[in-house]
């Protein structure tokens, strides 16, 4: 069965802090994952995708297909990544997308 | 350049009522998705449509039905609601292929009475 877990529903750093929120997978396939962010009053949107390896707003993520999973971490947490955070796959045919229950991600001053 | 833009906003129905959603894109996409957000839940897809006059139910389809008769424009039904159906709804487009992200509109919360 196709699933993607995100055992955390929230998550509360300080600011400075690391900060590392976690995703699980089960795809029997090739996976394509997704990192998609929510702001306060903002539209769900992209945040990375794991095929660019890019780092956006100091965030990364490693797909590490051993483990089955695609955690989303970055070194030094900010306020304004406060969101709420969800983990997404695309299954093979690219027409369907999976997503988490979501993170709530709280950076306290 | 509007994106994805979602229709109400807001709206309150009484049990057994009937209303439209409608997700407008203006992307030329392909794809286009409804889900629907609970607390706890995430995001679960209601039905979502792969081209022109194509739709597909998909996690939670039960109590929906939708329309896809132009590319730009996917409709989502509720014929009688239901309090369970208090949600918030997301529309969402997509390129057709691999490795293409979801645009997401506003969303539409509704609340059954």
């Known amino acids: 069965a196709q699933r993607v877990t995100q055992p955390e529903k929230l998550l509360s750093v300080f600011k400075g802090a690391p900060v590392e929120l976690k995703c699980n997978y089960s795809?029997?396939?090739?996976?394509?994952l997704f990192w998609y962010v929510q702001y306060s009053r903002q539209r769900l949107q992209l945040l990375l995708r794991?095929?660019s390896r890019e780092s956006i707003k100091g965030f990364t993520a490693d797909l590490n297909k051993g483990e089955t999973s695609f955690h989303l971490k970055k070194p030094f947490a900010q306020e304004e990544d406060s969101a709420m955070y969800y983990c997404?796959?695309?299954?093979?045919?690219?027409?369907?997308?999976?997503f988490g229950a979501g993170t709530r991600l709280f950076v306290k001053a | 350049n509007a994106g994805v833009t979602q229709t109400p906003k807001f709206r309150v129905l009484k049990t057994g009522q009937s209303m439209t959603l409608l997700c407008a894109q203006d992307?030329?996409?392909?794809?286009m998705y409804w889900y629907r957000q609970d607390p706890g839940m995430g995001l679960r897809l209601i039905h979502y449509s792969v081209g022109e006059g194509t739709t597909a139910k998909g996690e939670v389809p039960d109590g929906y039905n939708v329309s896809r008769l132009k590319k730009q424009n996917f409709l989502l039904g509720l014929e009688s609601a239901a309090p369970s159906q208090t949600s918030v709804y997301f529309c969402a487009s997509s390129r057709q292929g691999g490795n293409q992200p979801q645009h997401f509109g506003d969303g539409t919360r509704l609340s059954i009475l």
């Open positions: 997404a796959l695309l299954n093979t045919g690219g027409f369907k997308t999976i």
């Open positions: 794991h095929i």
């Open positions: 795809y029997s396939g090739s996976p394509e």
């Open positions: 992307m030329n996409h392909e794809y």
